[in-house]
């Protein structure tokens, strides 16, 4: 079936430094992928996404590669800050339809 | 507008306490969806409603009920609840049920059941 695998945290970096979360999925076709951010206390927030193969989904410094050949929708940052120390999901949707398969989250922490 | 609001914010109830939990957007979506989330876990699909009507059930307890009353609103009633029930429960919604579209989610309502 379905599924994405993410790297578990945490993470954790100096402000400014240069961010990567990995993320690998397993589903039949070429779904929309999905970075979704959760920050402390909160709901979800849609950080970015991507809908077809080599798109790049970009906001707030945050980008990510649909990449087809390597199954992969990698996140990352150029220069992190304090405020970006949140919980990250990677998340497809199920066999073509809407219920989201989720990473397991990676837990990053940025310090001053 | 993207928002989907939930209340209350927080809720603390009693394993005999009735209570419901509310949800409501207003971007024209015919999909909504309740999730339940454990402390460092992603969120897990409870139910799916398609144009008011029950789509997914995800064989959860029948403590939880589930109401679609109108396309903007989505309830879940609560009742005899357990400790174990404790979370973070998320509505969310998207265009259309079957589709890839965005989901969007609401803040969520922090459950303690004592």
């Known amino acids: 079936g379905d599924s994405v695998t993410q790297m578990e945290g945490p993470v954790t970096l100096s402000e400014e430094a240069f961010l990567t979360i990995n993320c690998t999925y397993t589903a039949t076709g070429y779904p929309s992928l999905f970075w979704y951010v959760q920050y402390p206390g909160e709901g979800l927030q849609l950080l970015l996404k991507a809908t077809k193969a080599d798109d790049k989904g970009s906001n707030k410094g945050f980008e990510a590669t649909y990449r087809k050949e390597t199954t992969s929708f990698h996140l990352e940052k150029g220069s992190v800050q304090v405020s970006d120390s949140a919980v990250y999901f990677c998340a497809l949707p199920h066999s073509g339809n809407t219920p989201l398969v989720f990473g397991k989250g990676t837990r990053l922490s940025v310090i001053a | 507008d993207t928002e989907v609001t939930q209340t209350p914010k927080h809720l603390v109830m009693g394993m005999t306490n009735k209570k419901s939990l509310k949800c409501e957007q ?71 049920w079957g589709s890839t579209d965005t989901q969007y989610f609401g803040p969520g309502t922090r459950l303690t059941v004592l």
């Open chain 2, 26 to 96: 207003h971007m024209g979506h015919r999909a909504m969806y309740w999730y339940k989330q454990k402390a460092k876990k992603p969120p897990e699909l409870m139910f799916v409603y398609s144009y008011e009507k029950l789509s997914i059930n995800e064989s959860v307890p029948s403590r939880f009920s589930p109401e679609c009353p109108n396309s903007s609103l989505l309830n879940l009633h609560l009742h005899a609840l357990q400790p174990e029930d404790s979370a973070l429960y998320l509505c969310a919604s998207s265009q259309e």
